[in-house]
Each structure stands twice: as C-alpha cells, then as structure tokens.
C-alpha cells in the first residue's frame, strides 16, 4: 500500500481559490500486464492555507485536525505498526505532525459565546 495525494482547486464563496489537498491510499495491482491503482480509502483532506500559513497556532490546529482524521482512519484499517509507521511518514513529509498542544488553539484563541447578553 502507498499513499497517494492530489491537489483539488475550487473557488470559495469570496471567489478566493482554495487549494486542497486530498490523501488516498493506494494499492497496487496488475490488469493484462499493466500496473494499475486502487484507492483503498480516503485519509483525509487539508487546505494548502493550513501548511504555509504565518499564524502558528492556526496552522498547528488545522494540521492536527487532519491528523486526528488520518488517525482514526488508519486505526481502522488495523495495519501492523511497521506499515502504519511509513504511511504516516509520507503523509508527513507534506503535512508535518503538530506537537500535542495543538488542540489548545480553539480553547485559547477562538472567542467563545455562553448565549448569555452582555
């Protein structure tokens, strides 16, 4: 199994392009002598924004939510440790794995309402 990723254009409501990033994995597989691809699953999706953006703190969280994501899919895919090491390590060398802290952003910086008047 491999992964593989596409980059998938579209425009946003403020006619802003945004560029995606899609994550697959792969198998490998022949038909009459030819090697082929077959998308095994989808692992995740990220906007480019989130890997080149200046604000620390909101790259980290959008990296780690595509984490959690990748995460979970793999653990349901039940790979052996090995495998499941070098598929995360390709994933990273686009997508680099946030510290841990990484969820700390929405609780620290995004303005929370109670519902309550001020």
């Known amino acids: 199994m491999n992964v593989k990723w596409e980059r998938n254009s579209a425009k946003g ?3 802003r392009r945004r560029d995606t990033l899609s994550f697959f994995l792969v198998k490998n597989y022949q038909n009459q002598g030819r090697i082929k691809e077959r998308r095994i699953c989808h692992l995740g999706d990220i906007e ?4 080149y953006s200046k604000i620390r703190d909101m790259k980290a969280f959008h990296q780690g939510l595509f984490w959690a994501k990748v995460d979970k899919k793999l653990a349901g895919l039940g790979l052996n440790a090995g495998k499941r090491n070098g598929i995360e390590a ?22 929370r309402h109670d519902g309550e008047p001020q």
């Open 13 to 15: 409501p403020l006619k």
């Open 48 to 51: 480019e924004r989130f890997l």
């Open 90 to 111: 390709e994933i990273s060398k686009l997508v680099p794995r946030p510290t841990r802290e990484w969820a700390l952003w929405a609780v620290t910086c995004v303005p």
